[in-house]
């Protein structure tokens, strides 16, 4: 018997199914989506156990704003113990969406700032729309990136940056976060669930076996020594390349059936 059914989530939390695409909402708009324990939580346990038959899943969020982050209410009565349980609950959380069974897209709009941005970069594709912008207003507040954006966010856009944005408060608009790196793809106003879905389904439209591999193989190649790397992308690709899907699309493309890809127009 299959578990993996409808999951149990917060109220703040909201899921819902497009085919094979999942689609997690934040739905806090009167706290602009700030994340406390329950919702970090339930992102975790939704990631861990993935709905059967969800091949690819949106996060996206209520109201004007994909999220604010933190929720500062939150902060005030916690001890260093207690504070570094919490941010690895948080690691625990995000590690779940980033090393899921299934890609994630991140449909990003308004702020998307502090603990917003950690769980935005978890994600494995963004996309915003023209009114998003990014700030990690941490250093402001006295605090620091807890939601492991400290190891994730420079890998996208450079540690540079991140100390830039942490010390002045520089926040990035629409368009110079997709020029940075924050998101890969930059839409108009209100369009970002719509491409995010579009891409989703074409995501999971792949063979399973590829999108494992760019999840779980590709990432950690880039982190760890060039000859387990090369060791391991040779393993991945000879598995990949002996299941029976990757024999059928590659005959299919060989036979003429498959499209071929198309250069931008
Ligand atoms: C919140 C939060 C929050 C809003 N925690 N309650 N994050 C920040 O430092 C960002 C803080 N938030 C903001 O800068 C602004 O709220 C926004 C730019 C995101 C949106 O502005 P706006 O004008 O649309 O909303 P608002 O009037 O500021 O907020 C509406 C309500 O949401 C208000 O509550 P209300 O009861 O008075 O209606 C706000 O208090 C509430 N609210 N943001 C709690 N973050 C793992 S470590 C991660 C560390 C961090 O993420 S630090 C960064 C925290």
Excluded at 197 to 215: D, G, K, T
Excluded at 239 to 246: Q, S
Excluded at 248 to 263: D, H, I, N, Q, W
Aim: with cysteine; proline share 5%.
């Amino acid at each position: 018997m299959d578990h993996r059914h409808e999951p149990s989530l917060p109220p703040t939390l909201r899921f819902e199914r497009d085919g094979e695409v999942g689609v997690l909402t934040l739905a806090r708009p009167a706290k602009r989506n700030a994340l406390d324990d329950a919702m970090v939580g339930g992102i975790g346990a939704f990631f861990a156990c993935v709905p059967a038959g969800v091949r690819a899943v949106v996060v996206c969020g209520d109201g004007d704003h994909f999220s604010a982050g933190l929720d500062l209410s939150d902060v005030i009565e916690r001890d260093a113990v207690d504070g570094i349980a919490h941010s690895m609950a948080w690691h625990r959380a995000f590690e779940a969406l980033e090393y899921s069974t299934v890609p994630v897209v991140a449909a990003l709009h308004g702020a998307v700032v502090g603990g917003g941005l950690e769980l935005a970069s978890a994600a494995h594709v963004r996309v915003a729309d023209a009114t998003a912008f990014y700030a990690l207003p941490e250093g402001s507040r006295g605090i620091f990136l807890g939601g492991g954006g400290s190891v994730r966010i420079p890998r996208m856009i450079g540690t540079a940056r991140v100390i830039d944005m942490m010390l002045t408060g520089r926040v990035y608009d629409a368009e110079a976060g997709e020029h940075i790196g924050l998101a890969q793809y930059l839409v108009p106003a209100g369009q970002a669930r719509t491409k995010a879905l579009e891409l989703a389904r074409r995501i999971a439209a792949n063979a399973p076996m590829s999108n494992f591999a760019v999840l779980h193989a590709l990432p950690r190649n880039g982190e760890g020594a060039r000859a387990a790397g090369y060791l391991n992308e040779a393993l991945i690709s000879s598995i990949a390349l002996n299941t029976p899907e990757a024999k059928a699309r590659v005959a299919a493309f060989l036979e003429k059936r498959a499209a071929k890809v198309e250069a931008p127009t």
